[in-house]
Nanobody, 123 residues
Framework: QVQLVESGGGLVQAGGSLRLACAASGRTFSTITMGWVRQAPGKEREFVAGISRSGGSTYYAASVKGRFTISRDNAKNTVYLQMNSLKPLDTAVYYC????????????????WGQGTQVTVSS
């Protein structure tokens, strides 16, 4: 089982930026795919972004493509989510996720989850 701890959430004005980080332990980091999923109040959890084991390939939800960037540092066992041009609709709890297969384009590809970090975007 992979343990995941997120950091970097907070309150930001619309148009601003935030960078989330997620530290992983419990498994060799380069053998797991990683991703970010979010859940807004009253809504279902939705996939945000995913990244391959090597970091060479990424995938984004249409709602964040061009504004968010997922990356990973396998030497630091950490995955990041750089969020730019934030909108009030991006307000949600953001969860880091890890998967044991080669897939990373859907929240169903992930089997381990962090506790989440709150991101609030004010208008």
């Amino acid at each position: 089982q992979v343990q995941l701890v997120e950091s970097g959430g907070g309150l930001v004005q619309a148009g601003g930026s935030l960078r989330l980080a997620c530290a992983a332990s419990g498994r060799t980091f380069s053998t797991i795919t990683m991703g970010w999923v979010r859940q807004a109040p009253g809504k279902e959890r939705e996939f945000v972004a995913g990244i391959s084991r090597s970091g060479g390939s990424t995938y984004y939800a249409a709602s964040v493509k061009g504004r968010f960037t997922i990356s990973r540092d396998n030497a630091k066992n950490t995955v990041y989510l750089q969020m730019n041009s934030l909108k009030p609709l991006d307000t949600a709890v953001y969860y880091c996720a890890a998967g044991a297969t080669y897939h990373y384009t859907d929240q169903g590809d992930f089997s381990s989850w962090g506790q989440g970090t709150q991101v609030t975007v004010s208008s």
